[in-house]
């Protein structure tokens, strides 16, 4: 069992910089894939962007290509994700999770069967 602990939330203005987060208990020797994930209450939970670990591969949705960067660092166990540039729709609760997605999944929630338990991130206009 994997588990997964975020921080680095909290509250920002437009036009500012967060970043966040994902502390694994445990890494496995096998690639697979670990991304960010965001939800407002009342809508689907959003893919942001994600990583393959096997190859530090990186895939982005659309509204946040060019500003948010994920990255990983294996000594730690510990996925990033900088955000620069917020904007009051970033507004969110966001997790990390963990799964083996397929290049052509890596931001579909289905695909990740690890998740933390999540932490906010205000932007305020």
């Known amino acids: 069992q994997v588990q997964l602990v975020e921080s680095g939330g909290g509250s920002v203005q437009a036009g500012g910089s967060l970043r966040l987060s994902c502390a694994a208990s445990?890494?496995?020797?096998?690639?697979?894939?670990r991304a960010w994930f965001r939800q407002v209450p009342g809508k689907e939970r959003e893919g942001v962007a994600a990583?393959?670990?096997?190859?530090?591969?990186?895939y982005y949705a659309y509204s946040v290509r060019g500003r948010f960067t994920v990255s990983q660092d294996n000594a730690k166990n510990t996925l990033y994700l900088q955000m620069d540039d917020l904007k009051p729709e970033d507004t969110a609760m966001y997790y990390c999770?963990?799964?083996?997605?397929?290049?052509?999944?890596?931001?579909?929630?289905?695909?990740?069967?690890?998740w933390g338990q999540g932490t906010q991130v205000t932007v305020s206009s």
């Open positions: 999770a963990r799964g083996r997605a397929t290049l052509s999944t890596m931001l579909a929630d289905y695909e990740y069967n690890y």
């Open positions: 990583l393959y670990t096997g190859t530090g591969d990186t």
């Open positions: 445990k890494n496995t020797p096998s690639a697979y894939s």
